[in-house]
């Protein structure tokens, strides 16, 4: 197989072979080939393959159908049971995955939750990782201006992290409606400030776009 | 948080978490422009679907301010996107088909209306396996049929991000070509 030293060489003879004048390209070969009998098999190879015409892609068609199937993650995931907890509707959707609303359904006790779900073509990804040391993080945090982590786990290969419940408005809505003055809004500024330090003691990789999702606690 | 520009930079650099970012921020959005733009064009496209999502994408990298080689990164990006879309869908396809993919390839081929399908469902795995040899090898180059193939870039555009002539793009798509069927182990003649 080309190695990247063995691809550099190639790549600057290649340039060469493509600029030859007709008629001129076997005895530059021969020529390579006393230099170099390796390369020269190389060149002579990859200059064999430039011959190929350019097809029309099928994946045109391909791409078609697959961007008009309906969106697998629409799947209904309400009434889904995570662990202990029960999916009731989705609360929010970003990058990493979205957040439900969900109830405890083991009948212990009655409470809700919000849980996340890592989006599922990420659960191969090295993002999984992240989505571990948020876990790993949220489970160190104990901070009033932060959510709280309940619980967390793995149901039918869906990472799932469940999270205090915050009834609220977004960030933007919360300073529309409640703090019509600067100084309010540094004071709320103040306190955003103060639960983002306090992730970054617990943990140097924190995530301060979730402390951005409402006013008094974040996800 | 780091700008779009930032992190197509950096990850083109070569920095994980950027493509980790990356990837969680622009995926998504990117399915979504192509969706869209899909839908609104209504009717049956075929051939010419990378071109026609390409449009949503111009004015996505518009909107995102991505000038010179950021602007070429992102077109690169979105053909790889674009390309996990497709195989994501195929691998769907042939999980639910118990025939599994012999059956796949036929189905999609008749689809295609092409006689000669060229890239057939498990072709698009091992093409997606040699890109990402090629990225190691060879980045310009890589990305440059990510834009061409993928994405649905056209010449004279790369010609313009790049800086460069059309006559050199060209050069560069034939190696390119050359160098993918290389990796893909493939008998020479073979086209892409």
């Keep these: ?4 030293a063995n691809w550099q060489a190639a790549s600057a003879l290649l340039d060469e072979a493509l600029a030859l004048a007709p008629g001129a390209y076997e005895g530059w070969l021969q020529a390579l080939r006393q230099r170099d009998a390796a390369l020269a098999a190389t060149v002579q190879r990859l200059v064999s393959r430039t011959a190929a015409p350019a097809a029309a892609p099928a994946f045109d068609a391909l791409l078609q159908r697959a961007l008009q199937q309906a969106e697998p993650e629409a799947a209904d995931l309400a009434g889904r049971r995570m662990g202990a907890w029960l999916l009731q509707s989705k609360i929010g959707e970003g990058g990493m995955g979205q957040v439900w609303l969900a109830q405890r359904a083991d009948g212990l006790y009655d409470a809700h939750a919000a849980i996340k779900l890592l989006r599922g073509d990420l659960q191969r990804s090295p993002l999984s990782e992240r989505f571990s040391r948020e876990r790993a993080a949220l489970a160190r945090l104990n901070h009033p201006a932060i959510a709280r982590l309940l619980d967390a786990g793995v149901s039918d290969g869906q990472a799932f992290l469940v999270l205090e419940h915050v009834a609220g ?9 409640a703090c019509p003055t600067v100084a309010s809004r540094v004071r709320l500024l103040m306190r955003i400030a103060e639960a983002v330090a306090h992730a970054h003691a617990a943990d140097r990789a924190p995530r301060p776009q979730a402390v951005e999702r409402d006013g008094h606690r974040g996800r | 948080m780091r700008s779009v520009t930032q992190l197509l930079m950096a990850s083109s650099d070569g920095d994980g978490s950027a493509a980790d970012e990356l990837f969680a921020r622009l995926y998504p959005e990117i399915k979504r422009v192509a969706r869209q733009r899909l839908a609104q064009a209504g009717g049956v496209v075929g051939l010419n679907t990378t071109a026609l999502v390409h449009e949503g994408f111009l004015r996505m990298a518009d909107s995102e301010g991505l000038r010179g080689a950021s602007r070429g990164h992102f077109f690169a990006y979105v053909g790889r996107v674009l390309r996990s879309v497709v195989i994501d869908f195929v691998r769907a396809e042939s999980a639910t088909k118990r025939g599994g993919d012999v059956q796949l390839v036929a189905t999609l081929s008749a689809a295609a209306d092409e006689p000669a399908a060229w890239m057939q469902a498990t072709d698009l795995i091992a093409i997606d396996r040699a890109l990402r040899q090629m990225q190691e ?7 440059l049929l990510e834009m061409l193939t993928f994405a649905g870039t056209s010449v004279d555009e ?10 050199t793009v060209e050069r560069d798509l034939v190696k390119a070509r050359a160098l993918l069927t290389e990796l893909l182990g ?3 003649g073979t086209a892409y």
């Design chain 1, 1 to 4: 197989m080309i190695d990247r």
């Design chain 1, 169 to 177: 408005q977004t960030l933007s809505q919360h300073v529309n409606g």
């Design chain 2, 137 to 143: 090898l060879d980045r310009p180059l890589y990305e």
């Design chain 2, 158 to 167: 790369v010609a313009q991000l790049r800086d460069v002539s059309r006559r």
């Design chain 2, 186 to 188: 493939d008998p020479p």
